[in-house]
């Protein structure tokens, strides 16, 4: 009779440990999981090769021992770079003592974390103090948070392979120590909206629902309700840290920020590196607290953000440099894999999301990850396809937005992003109504992105922040380093950040086709005092061109007269151009301040009237402008530089059309991509433009109308309804010797 009460017991045991949320590993990978993956090793060939990488990764950082240095360094340095390596092989280490069911990996990282429970609490602040909430393993309270979200991942594996002795000790003097820390000791760091907060939102939830620890929960998804912050503070983005009093937490991390359609307010790049916290604490919340049903939370957002990370790529994968981001940025990034791979397996299984997987050629050691490579095994992935897409931005998508505009016919990645957006909290740059052009996974028209270096300790310096160049606050966040409207030398909103987060664009209209013309048209009121500024662009395929074109209107109404400077930010060789523009000997700075200081000016020149070109050689093509100028215009080209002792910025050309005393006018200019240049055979092709000239026809408050001349058949016309974008309104245009006639805000004549 005794064996059946033991059994008894046992299966009692078990069952009150699920009851009571106990049974691990619970938070990432699962017991239902675990079994899974472990009956199909061996069978799943895309698992298994990540799983040898990653053993082969975790045995290389065994052999080297336990190395848990005293925090000394910065980003780049040896300590912080030692302690990133640990919380990253922790990590997986933790998932291979559950797949493979072998001990060295559980002993190892119970090494570690007694390692760090020995000295954590004797630990003082970090000794670099330029960060505004200093971490005890790290710079920053942002990097400690980092640690935590991953080890407690690794703690979560190896929870039953440790005694309860063990775990108390853990706890009592590493991981409940760890979470006050991040929240209750820094307040200023945790009880905000920003995607540092997010990182620390997660990081106290995650080791609270592995500890069971409920008052964790709670203040992790919740903020604390009476905290005392500073008034006026900034972070080290520049970022102004509101008030105290208002709780905030994960959950309003993710109402606020977030878009309905997922789009997230500081753009792809911060986006990418807050998914990660965001989708790990949601899976966490998912398997213990299913209740919440947080992948159901404000429409299924986190699962929608995913699709919209994935959507503002270009075709090599690279997400467009919105605000503060560092080129290069890509969905192979970790965050990215381990996102590819939640919403897969939390979402609609959508087979195109594998072959993005695919590319990526890695997934999680996790249940997300063994979804993926299994289904990739059975052959569902299908082929991602870029399609225009457009998202909103602010919390209830009533804030600007983004559209993205794709030419779908070739496979040349040719697209048009225009930011419309609201400024993106501290991340944000002074660029309403900018835009690029990405051909072939490269900028033909480019946004310079951050002046940064992350993690390169030679380029860490800078006295408003510990990571940012100071050149990010005098130039690459302002106005003129982007491709839209400068007025009278001022940035956007006179560079005020608070002034900036009250006013964003509002889209006018748009039309998103997979085989015809496109457009996307929006207003910006307030960035200049009685400025309007209104921008349409277009692109146009025709069947004499070898690229669709790219139209450029941009209008202002204002009643008082400004100068306005409109810059093309290119990437490329001078080839080419009718104006006569006579290059500096001597080179001075374009201005003395709001960035133009930092730009050199090579050379001016002034239109005569009508159509200007100009033309460069990027990337084996010839691509022109073709420009609809007023007669004293001056056309100046410019290269980034100027002020700049240390050489942190980039030496990119720009050219420049300046427009003086003029209230209301409008800028019309054309964009071609047109012929190719082989280094091999040395062959140019349609090395010259097909396009003739540009002509404005009509500038009213009402109606804009230009004309497009071919060097060989007939031209192209766009009207444009400035003030009503009503799809059903008619309107009647007399101009160019003829009457146009049309239903909504454009009419495009081939």
Request: net charge neutral; glycine share 8%; aromatic share 12%.
């Amino acid at each position: 009779m005794r064996k059946p009460k033991g059994l008894l017991f046992i299966v009692g045991l078990h069952c009150a440990l699920v009851f009571y949320g106990q049974e691990h590993p619970k938070l990432i990978l699962t017991p239902k999981g675990v079994k899974e993956i472990r009956a199909h090793l061996g069978k799943v060939p895309f698992f298994d090769q990540y799983l040898s990488e990653v053993k082969a990764e975790v045995d290389a950082a065994m052999a080297e021992g336990v190395v848990v240095p005293v925090p000394k360094d910065v980003s780049g340095g040896y300590t912080h770079e030692q302690h990133k390596k640990n919380f990253f092989i922790l990590q997986k280490a933790g998932a291979l003592y559950q797949i493979l069911e072998q001990d060295q990996y559980a002993h190892y990282v119970k090494a570690v974390l007694m390692a760090y429970a020995k000295i954590y609490n004797r630990l003082p602040l970090h000794p670099e103090t330029r960060s505004y909430a200093r971490g005890k393993i790290f710079w920053q309270c942002l990097n400690d948070s980092n640690w935590l979200v991953y080890v407690s991942q690794a703690y979560d594996c190896i929870y039953h392979y440790l005694s309860q002795k063990e775990r108390q000790y853990l706890e009592t003097e590493l991981f409940r120590p760890f979470a006050d820390f991040l929240s209750v000791g820094n307040p200023k760091f945790f009880n905000r909206v920003n995607n540092h907060s997010t990182w620390g939102n997660a990081a106290v939830g995650m080791i609270g629902l592995v500890m069971n620890d409920e008052e964790l929960i709670q203040r992790a998804l919740y903020g604390m309700k009476e905290v005392k912050i500073e008034a006026n503070e900034r972070d080290n983005d520049g970022g102004l840290i509101k008030e105290a009093g208002e709780a905030e937490g994960f959950f309003a991390n993710i109402n606020a920020p977030f878009s309905p359609d997922g789009y997230y307010t500081e753009a792809p790049y911060y986006q990418r590196y807050a998914m990660y916290p965001f989708l790990l604490f949601a899976m966490g919340l998912e398997n213990v607290k299913p209740e919440k049903k947080i992948f159901e939370y404000k429409n299924g957002v986190l699962l929608n953000a995913v699709n919209s990370l994935v959507n503002l790529t270009d075709i090599d994968g690279a997400f467009f440099p919105i605000n503060d981001s560092q080129k290069g940025m890509s969905y192979y990034s970790r965050e990215l894999v381990a996102a590819v791979d939640i919403a897969y397996y939390y979402g609609n299984k959508n087979p195109e999301l594998l072959s993005i997987a695919q590319k990526q050629r890695q997934v999680t050691l996790d249940d997300a990850g063994f979804s993926v490579a299994k289904a990739i095994k059975d052959g569902k992935a299908k082929p991602f396809v870029r399609k225009s897409i457009e998202f909103t931005d602010g919390g209830n998508g009533d804030e600007g937005g983004i559209t993205v505009l794709h030419h779908q016919k070739d496979h040349n990645g040719l697209c048009l992003v225009s930011k419309y957006t609201a400024q993106g909290n501290s991340h944000g740059h002074y660029d309403k109504l900018s835009f690029s052009v990405h051909f072939k996974g490269e900028e033909v028209l480019q946004d310079y992105g951050s002046a940064r270096f992350v993690n390169i300790d030679q380029k860490s310096g800078g006295t408003k922040s510990g990571v940012y160049l100071d050149e990010n606050f005098s130039f690459a966040k302002l106005t003129i380093a982007h491709n839209t409207l400068n007025v009278d030398e001022e940035i956007h909103y006179g560079g005020v950040y608070e002034t900036g987060s009250k006013h964003h664009p509002q889209k006018y209209f748009s039309v998103l086709s997979a085989d015809g013309s496109q457009l996307i048209s929006a207003k910006e009121k307030f960035a200049y005092p009685g400025v309007v500024m209104h921008r349409t662009l277009v692109m146009l395929p025709d069947p004499r061109l070898m690229q669709p074109l790219i139209i450029d209107l941009f209008r202002t109404e204002s009643k008082e007269n400004h100068q306005y400077d409109l810059p093309y930010h290119y990437f490329g060789q001078f080839m080419s151009s009718n104006i006569d523009c006579p290059k500096e000997n001597i080179l001075k700075p374009l201005g003395e301040k709001s960035g133009y200081e930092h730009l050199w000016k090579l050379a001016e020149g002034k239109s005569k009237g009508g159509t200007d070109q100009f033309t460069w050689l990027y990337n084996e093509n010839f691509i022109t402008l073709t420009m609809a100028n007023e007669e004293g215009d001056k056309i100046i080209f410019t290269r980034i530089g100027a002020n700049d002792p240390q050489f942190n910025l980039r030496n990119d050309p720009s050219l420049i059309i300046r427009r003086k005393d003029k209230g209301s006018t409008l800028f019309a200019n054309v964009l071609e991509i047109h012929g190719t240049y082989s280094t091999v055979t040395e062959a140019p092709i349609r090395s010259t433009s097909l396009l003739k000239g540009v002509r404005v026809l009509a500038d009213t408050k009402s109606y804009s109308a230009v004309r497009i001349d071919f060097t060989e058949g007939e031209p192209i016309h766009l009207l444009i309804a400035n003030q009503d974008n009503n799809k059903n309104t008619k309107h009647t245009l007399e101009t160019d010797g003829r009457i146009f006639q049309w239903k909504g805000p454009y009419l495009i004549n081939q």
